[in-house]
């Protein structure tokens, strides 16, 4: 899967979680999680958010 640059959104919430969005892309974003890549070390992290019951 071909990863892209976060949106506005998906920068405030990476801001939100202590990252840096000029060094992560968006690998997959969904209502359960985003899973981002590292764009210089290929580290891959997946993100939890938090679902409104």
Do not use: C
Request: charged residues 30%; glycine residues 2%; proline residues 6%.
């Amino acid at each position: 899967m071909m990863a892209k640059k976060p949106t506005y959104n998906q920068k405030k919430f990476l801001r939100a979680n202590r990252l840096d969005p000029f060094n992560w892309l968006v690998q997959k974003d969904t209502p359960e999680f985003m899973q981002i890549i590292h764009k210089y070390s290929g580290t891959v992290r997946k993100i939890k958010k938090k679902v409104a019951v």
